[in-house]
């Protein structure tokens, strides 16, 4: 069966600094990933859609950027973080045309 | 661009039934989507829905859409406080991206 890990669970980092969030899918091949953002636990906001290696579409501008390197795994960063970068990040994946399935979600503070 | 709405909140006592109403705008949509988040935690699907169905029930779960008027509802049977969550509508559009609602919190009261 398919899984889909997303680490750290929490993060504190001080503004300025850079971050990496990391997404792996396990048990299926060539998925679709993606990037949300939820803050302050309401609506989701699509950052990042990725339909293969290397190709990363950009839903907002942004102080985030996207990276792709093997077929499952999927990677958030910044090179300096923002106090408005702080939420709750879900990375998810789907296949054709099956229902979006979630990973647990990073909550980010930025302090 | 396509939009999901719903009501933000919903209050319901233990045993009651419960209605979380979502309306959308894109009359291209393939599948409808229930998604069930509790605190600190992701995004589970609850249930989904073809297009071309009216009705689906999965236990308690009871999914109605109504294609001409643009409106998805899920009905909760016997509501438990463990039923206690936000709950995201989500519809798929074109290119087969999900849009998807801000989230009605759901409140069970014992």
């Known amino acids: 069966s398919q899984t889909i890990h997303q680490w750290p669970a929490t993060l504190v980092q001080p503004v300025g600094s850079p971050l990496s969030l990391e997404c792996t899918v396990e048990?299926?091949?060539?998925?679709?990933l993606y990037w949300y953002r939820q803050a302050a636990g309401r609506g989701l906001q699509l950052l990042f859609y990725s339909v293969g290696i290397g190709q990363i579409s950009s839903e907002v501008p942004q102080n985030l950027s996207a990276s792709r390197p093997q077929d499952r795994q999927f990677i958030l960063s910044s090179k300096k973080l923002l106090l408005s970068d702080s939420g709750f990040y879900l990375c998810a994946w789907t296949v054709g045309d099956s229902p979006l399935h979630f990973g647990n979600g990073t909550r980010l503070t930025v302090t | 661009g396509e939009d999901v709405e719903q009501s933000l909140f919903l209050s319901v006592r233990e045993g009651d039934s419960s209605v979380i109403n979502c309306t959308y705008t894109?009359?291209?949509?393939?599948?409808l989507y229930w998604y069930k988040q509790e605190p600190g935690a992701g995004l589970q699907l609850l249930t989904y829905i073809f297009s071309n169905m009216d009705m689906k029930q999965d236990q308690r779960l009871t999914v109605l859409l109504n294609k001409k008027d643009k409106h998805l509802s899920l009905r909760i049977a016997d509501t438990q406080t463990g039923d206690s969550a936000i709950y995201f509508c989500a519809e798929m559009g074109a290119g087969n991206m999900l849009t998807f609602g801000g989230g009605t919190r759901l409140m069970v009261k014992p």
């Open positions: 894109d009359s291209s949509s393939t599948y």
């Open positions: 048990g299926t091949s060539n998925p679709n």
